[in-house]
């Protein structure tokens, strides 16, 4: 029987030999998503080996929010292994479609990785965890009322954010806390009713981005860890208002300490037992 590649999947091996000429690197093994304050992760992991424009690869664009870079680099880590970070997320509220969301992770996918982490920054719905805190995804709530998938594409979510990750992660610090991340459409941020009923939902964070592109890693068959750095509480869970430059500045304070934590969390990734 003919195997037929959607146009999504085409686009994705397109952007991934496009990466492994731009790069001289063949395959790549990791998939690392660094958002809001974990840019510095990317300098700690390992030796750079090219740094691309994002706009060079098929079906990646510019990157139109301030603290998100637009290039996509190619790093060797120091067992040899090599991470794809890819500096030029799209989020669903640039209106660019769900194909545009998936498209990182699944060129991340065509280049070979098998394992995706994925970092946001976030808001929390839970009264002790401030600024600062760093939180394992465990599961999410999609509240997108959109797929990044398309067809009848039946993919599993029970295990979408691995347990052998997870444990791995606690090795590092046993202290994390692991809580559910409820993906909004935003762009603008909740209102207090709509936090309180994501908490009534069982969402500990609330975010925009990581939901959607957890389900196309895992649609491709990817391991994920998900990792949210919370930089405010939730509308309605602290007193006054949020605003970008305060979530910018929690993320530049918390981002040595977190970047550290992720670049330990990867040192210690088995590559052979998936
Ligand atoms: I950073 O409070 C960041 N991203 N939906 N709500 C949602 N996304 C966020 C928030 C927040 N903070």
Same mark, same amino acid.
Request: net charge negative.
């Given at each position: ?5 959607s146009p ?8 991934a ?7 001289g ?5 990791l998939?690392?998503?660094l958002?809001s304050?974990?840019g ?6 390992g ?11 098929p079906g ?6 301030p603290?998100h870079?637009g290039?996509i ?15 030029a997320?799209?989020h669903?509220y640039?209106? *660019?479609?769900v194909? =545009?969301?998936?498209? &990182?992770?699944? %060129?991340a996918?065509? +280049?070979? $990785? ?14 002790d965890?401030?600024p600062?805190?760093?939180?394992l ?19 599993d ?6 347990q ?6 606690h ?19 909740e209102t207090p ?5 994501a *908490?009534i939902?069982? =969402?500990?964070?609330v &975010?925009?981005s %990581?939901?959607?592109? +957890?389900? $196309?890693?895992r649609?491709?068959g990817?391991e994920v ?6 930089t ?13 430059a ?8 918390a981002?040595?300490?977190?970047s ?7 040192s ?7």
């Amino acid at each position: 029987m003919e195997r037929t590649i959607s146009p999504a999947r085409r686009l994705a091996e397109e952007a991934a030999a496009v990466i492994a000429e731009k790069t001289g690197v063949p395959t790549h093994d990791l998939s690392l998503t660094l958002g809001s304050g974990w840019g510095g992760a990317a300098a700690l992991i390992g030796k750079k080996i090219a740094e691309i424009p994002a706009y060079e690869i098929p079906g990646f664009m510019k990157s139109g929010v301030p603290g998100h870079t637009g290039t996509i680099t190619s790093i060797e880590l120091p067992n040899g292994r090599h991470a794809l970070v890819l500096g030029a997320r799209t989020h669903y509220y640039e209106g *660019r479609g769900v194909r =545009a969301v998936a498209h &990182g992770i699944r %060129t991340a996918a065509a +280049t070979g $990785a098998r394992i995706a982490i994925l970092t946001n920054g976030c808001g929390s719905t839970v009264p002790d965890w401030g600024p600062g805190t760093v939180v394992l995804i465990r599961d999410h709530i999609n509240l997108t009322a959109a797929s990044p998938l398309e067809g009848a594409t039946f993919v599993d979510m029970t295990n979408a954010y691995s347990q052998r990750l997870r444990d791995l992660a606690h090795t590092v610090d046993r202290d994390l806390p692991e809580g559910v991340y409820a993906q909004f459409p935003g762009p603008h941020y909740e209102t207090p009713a709509e936090v309180k009923m994501a *908490r009534i939902l069982g =969402a500990d964070l609330v &975010g925009m981005s %990581t939901a959607l592109e +957890t389900i $196309a890693a895992r649609e491709a068959g990817m391991e994920v860890l998900g990792l949210s750095l919370v930089t405010n509480h939730a509308a309605g869970i602290a007193p006054g208002a949020l605003n970008h430059a305060e979530v910018l500045e929690a993320g530049r304070q918390a981002g040595a300490r977190i970047s550290h934590l992720l670049a330990t969390i990867i040192s210690t990734i088995d590559f052979d037992k998936e």
